[in-house]
């Protein structure tokens, strides 16, 4: 089955305490990207991926870094995680990034940061 | 600055009326529009797409019309079912302008279909 699997679904952490978020793609895909949601702003892009050791930031990357070592995995990095991270986290892959293919997304990472 | 915007926060149609739900966007740039659907504790899903070359596009009871004049797209639902509760998500991409074709996300749309 064609998926998106993130990891944890859900996360309570403590403010300075590093942590990842795994995103693994089966379907080989080259884009890759990470997207947090909050309430009243929609789905906000962090970092994306054009291909294996291809990063570059999306609209709000401060606190984070990704890596893409490896085609299928696209890691989300919070070095010293604050309580303005505390949000729902969503990683998305489509197989190319040109602009009409359709992005599938995981099932979320709820992330609290107390 | 918003690029792409859904004023309506939540919409409430029976269940077999049409339920119409609208994005505008100032991006001029912007050449595909896509509707995603996001059900709670899930991710949002891929519904239906729109390039600027088009003006209407229609998938089973969901059709996307497009008004590039206007900067606006208004996804309709007919009929519809409670199934379709969930929030909708409006997306824009541009082909031009950089190499990142990320997808530019309005708030949403709460849709609830009531039987």
């Known amino acids: 089955e064609a998926q998106v699997t993130q990891n944890p679904r859900y996360l309570i952490t403590v403010t300075g305490k590093k942590l990842t978020v795994t995103c693994s793609q089966n379907m080989n895909h080259e884009y890759m990207s990470w997207y947090r949601q909050d309430p009243g702003l929609g789905l906000r892009q962090i970092y994306y991926?054009?291909?294996?050791?291809?990063?570059d930031k999306g609209d709000v990357p401060e606190g984070y870094k990704v890596s893409r070592k490896e085609k299928r995995n696209f890691p989300l990095i919070l070095e010293s995680p604050s309580p303005n991270q505390t949000s729902l986290y969503f990683c998305a892959s489509s197989l190319k990034g040109t602009v009409n293919t359709e992005a599938f997304f995981g099932q979320g990472t709820r992330l609290t940061v107390v | 600055d918003q690029q792409v915007k859904q004023n309506s926060p939540s919409l409430s149609v029976q269940e077999g009326r049409i339920s119409i739900l609208n994005c505008d966007y100032t991006?001029?740039?912007?050449?595909?529009f896509l509707w995603y659907k996001k059900y709670p504790a899930e991710g949002p899903t891929f519904l239906i797409s729109i390039s600027s070359i088009k003006d209407k596009n229609e998938d089973g009871r969901f059709t996307v019309f497009l008004n590039k004049s206007a900067k606006h797209l208004s996804l309709h639902i007919v009929p519809s079912q409670p199934g379709d509760s969930a929030v909708y998500f409006c997306a824009a991409s541009a082909s031009r302008g950089g190499s990142n074709y990320k997808l530019t996300f309005g708030k949403g749309t709460l849709l609830t279909v009531n039987p």
């Open positions: 991926s054009m291909n294996v050791e291809v990063t």
């Open positions: 991006n001029s740039m912007f050449d595909y």
